[in-house]
């Protein structure tokens, strides 16, 4: 049976979705699941694109098989090496033994590292074309988008691109696969979660992939995970290029994000958001870090402009959920957002002075004065909490 679905005449989707998998990359909840794409391109020559996680091999088999039926594979294009994709090389390059792996310098070095050796290897180099018979292939390196062997493939005829993890999306694909056959409401914050999270850091290498693919006449853009995209380029393309410059998606947005151990932050968390709802700003949201996935809140932090963090103080530091979220900010090098910082402690300090210290290290504009209460809050505190409101909302509103 043929459960590959066309994409062009001779270009197949070969993806399965995984529902069983409870955290993508062991760390990334995947509550709506998430879909491992393969392609393959029947020519004079067939070819396939990346595979897909090990777990998946005996229904991605059948898949191949129900396309070519008893024709030979004759090429294996690895786009990207992280074993999401990579997983099924070994049991594929052992049903076809004379297959043509290809990859460049980078990717052989991966397969060698983590499946040792294989025979057949096809050493591509950026730009360098492939025919397949009627079609041309055509390789473009984009490094660190994700890993540093990342590469695009291009099928020149359908004008095709084969991006790996750039444009992908966590979530199943329910039955439609192509943008416009979904309900991209569904995907808009679990690609922005997918993208932020996995991709995040490498925003200078997403901005060069992106001119590097600028002069290229693309119909399709076919990821590794998540719909395939052939009527909304534009929304797609806008949007990871806004995501690459570390631009927030909405800039009326205010995040207020805390961590409270008995409440006395949360309630200055309260009074800080309905001050800045006052001032006439509809777009807050305040969340519990002990609560929410540190995964929705750096989705949270690439959507909102405005960013207001509160501490306790814990053993003379950050409260561990905030300084994982701190940390994992840094790391990602998010730029331009607006930030004011609030908490509590007892009696050495450690929450708010390290809040104000990450705002320095990361080069956020702090926009108002911030507030530490002993023990709970007080009415002047709560006062300052109503000075950080007022503050954060008239830095957003300059902005709009
Ligand atoms: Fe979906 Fe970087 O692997």
């Excluded at 049991?91 to 397969?111: C, Q, R, S, W």
């Excluded at 402690?345 to 450690?350: E, R, V």
């Excluded at 004065?369 to 002047?380: G, I, L, Q, R, T």
Aim: aromatic residues 12%; contains cysteine.
């Amino acid at each position: 049976m043929k459960c590959a679905i066309n994409i062009t005449k001779n270009v197949y989707w070969l993806g399965v979705n995984d529902r069983e998998t409870h955290l993508f990359e062991n760390v990334w909840p995947l509550e709506n699941g998430v879909s491992y794409n393969s392609y393959i391109i029947v020519d004079e020559k067939t070819a396939l694109i990346d595979t897909v996680k090990e777990m998946k091999f005996e229904e991605y088999i059948e898949k191949i098989k129900g396309v070519i039926e008893d024709r030979p594979l004759d090429y294996l294009i690895i786009n990207h090496m992280e074993p999401d994709h990579s997983g099924c090389i070994k049991a594929i390059a052992k049903e076809y033994p004379d297959i043509k792996i290809v990859g460049n310098t980078k990717t052989f070095d991966f397969l060698k590292e983590f499946y040792g050796d294989f025979d057949n290897l096809y050493t591509v180099k950026d730009g360098e074309e492939l025919s397949l018979g009627e079609k041309t292939l055509k390789f473009y390196f984009t490094p660190m988008v994700h890993w540093p062997e990342t590469m695009m493939t291009y099928d020149m005829q359908d004008k095709i691109m084969f991006t790996g993890d750039a444009f992908g999306s966590f979530g199943t694909l329910d039955g439609g696969i192509f943008d416009d056959e979904l309900n991209l409401e569904f995907y808009e914050s679990e690609m922005r979660r997918y993208y932020s999270n996995i991709v995040g850091k490498f925003g200078m290498m997403v901005q060069r992939a992106m001119q590097k693919l600028a002069s290229v006449d693309i119909k399709v853009l076919a990821a590794t995970h998540g719909p395939i995209w052939r009527t909304n380029l534009e929304y797609v393309l806008s949007r990871y290029d806004m995501w690459s410059r570390y631009e927030p998606e909405e800039k009326d947005a205010v995040l207020v994000i805390y961590g409270s151990m008995y409440g006395n932050t949360r309630k200055m968390a309260d009074v800080i958001a309905r001050s800045i709802s006052e001032e006439g700003i509809k777009n807050v949201k305040v969340y519990d870090a002990s609560k929410l996935h540190l995964s929705y809140v750096i989705n949270e932090v690439f959507r909102c402009k405005g960013i207001v963090m509160g501490s306790c103080a814990y053993n003379a530091g950050l409260y561990y959920p905030m300084e994982i979220i701190t940390t994992k900010l840094k790391h990602t090098g998010v730029k331009n957002r607006l930030f004011a910082a609030f908490g509590t402690y007892a009696w050495s300090g450690g929450g708010v002075s390290n809040l104000n210290k990450f705002a320095e290290d990361i080069k956020w504009e702090v926009v108002a004065d911030s507030v530490e209460a002993k023990c709970a809050p007080k009415a002047e505190d709560m006062q300052k909490c109503v000075e950080i409101g007022k503050k954060m909302a008239a830095a957003i509103k300059k902005d709009l």
